[in-house]
């Protein structure tokens, strides 16, 4: 299975200031160093995190693959075009959320949809959407011309996360089904949302049917933790000269 590493959070703690470091860009170049098979980022309408510029730079600078992953807006869409990121992952957007919630809604936005990605698969971008494990939107993902689906895993991470261990069983059945039916429609299988350290290896019961995961917060969360004595002695050791 391979790793997508999500920076988005990266920005986060960037823009808390304003300010310049973290750089996200230094992040998806070390992710890389550090084995990541792609580099993935979502440039939100409201920029609260990831500005245009990280983007591009990360485009620019990366040899693994970016994956962009955007709402179907149009403001957004004219950047990806120029930016060309190698997979653009469309998801819905709402002001007001904290994290991406829920899958977007496929079905009930078919002809938008299948309009809106005309434009991506002309440029030869790989097209893919971020979904619930839902058969109605496997199936208008596969209608409207997707290459691939993104399964939303944050229930699978919720259950894990409260120990609710036989909901959690038929939730990976569910996630299997999903993936098994999309595939055999001829769409690549993707995942992710809440996964972490802890979580992740249950989940990797899935890895012959899903081809990749893409993980954020929980890489960001422990980045913080892991390097915080570090930078203590650091700053330690420059005040004392
Ligand atoms: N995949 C998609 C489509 C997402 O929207 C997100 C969250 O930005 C992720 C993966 C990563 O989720 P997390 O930050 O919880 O690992």
New binding site residues.
């Given amino acids: 299975m391979r790793l997508?590493v999500?920076i988005?959070?990266v920005a986060t703690l960037r823009q808390a200031r304003r300010t310049f470091e973290p750089d996200p860009v230094f992040a998806a170049l070390l992710a890389q160093r550090a084995g990541a098979d792609q580099i993935?980022l979502?440039l939100r309408e409201d920029r609260r995190h990831v500005q245009e510029r990280d983007l591009r730079l990360i485009k620019e600078l990366v040899i693994v693959p970016v994956n962009l992953?955007m709402a179907p807006v149009e403001d957004v869409k004219r950047i990806a075009l120029d930016v060309k990121p190698d997979r653009v992952?469309l998801?819905p957007e709402r002001r007001e959320e904290i994290?991406?919630e829920g899958g977007l809604d496929v079905a009930g936005m078919r002809e938008y949809l299948e309009e809106f990605i005309k434009d991506f698969k002309s440029e030869g971008i790989e097209v893919s959407m971020?979904i619930e494990s839902d058969p109605d939107q496997i199936k208008a993902s596969h209608e409207i011309g997707a290459d691939a689906i993104?399964l939303?895993t944050?229930r699978y991470?919720n259950l894990w996360n409260e120990h609710k261990f036989i909901e959690l069983k038929a939730e990976i059945e569910r996630l299997r089904r999903s993936a098994m039916e999309a595939k055999s429609l001829g769409l690549r299988v993707y995942?992710?949302?809440?996964?972490?350290c802890q979580n992740i290896k249950d989940f990797m019961v899935l890895k012959d049917l899903i081809e990749e995961?893409?993980?954020?917060?929980?890489?960001?969360a422990n980045a913080v933790i892991f390097g915080f004595e570090i930078a203590v002695r650091e700053m330690k050791k420059l005040m004392e000269g």
């Fill in positions: 997508g999500n988005d959070h993935t979502h992953e992952t998801v994290t991406t971020f993104e939303h944050g991470a995942a992710g949302h809440g996964l972490t995961v893409n993980i954020g917060h929980s890489i960001v």
